[in-house]
């Protein structure tokens, strides 16, 4: 019997829904209860596993599972080697540079010197922080990050943005962007040339569906 494509969809968050209505358009239905990490599909070529979407990029990348629905800042944020086979066009978001409204700092390179950054996405921040030639003290935490400059733990943040809401809720203004991000299905580069006929007949699928 011919093993089954892993897809990986997001357990939980704002990707997980769209992710699972895109595939049943697709005609992958997921056929187990959603607690479940494994699930059969509607499709017996495709198997379903649930994964934090943070971790689905390096999951594809070393062949844990073929397929994976996650957001183009991850990918980035992992430096995942997996293919982008398509944009999903749901899960828009930007990755933004953020201060308190009270700061007088009105522009990235007004940045002090060794100023802490909080951030979910450390890679990233520092990357663009050394290519803007700006010495910052990259401080990762996980989740709210809003919440830093009112503690005092970090002076900026970087974060992603969709409507802007929650950074207003927090008080804080964005002064640069840093990337656009979409959902993307990202693929194992080995799977995709086992599962070539079978990805590219799911591709034209979700191209339909979407």
Sequence with gaps: MKKKIRIAIPNKGRLKQPAIKLLERAGIEILEEERTYVSRTSDPRFEAIFARAYDIPVYVQYGAVDLGITGHD????????VLELLDLEFGKCTLVVAVPETSTINAVNEIPALTRVATEFPNLARKYFEENEMQVEVLEVSGTSELAPKLGLAQIIVD?????????KNNLRVIASILGSTTRLACNKIAYRTFEK?????LARLRGGL
């Design 74 to 81: 991850l990918i980035l944020e992992r430096d995942a080697d």
């Design 160 to 168: 992603i943005s969709s409507s802007g809401e929650t950074l207003r």
């Design 198 to 202: 079978e990805i590219t007949e799911l």
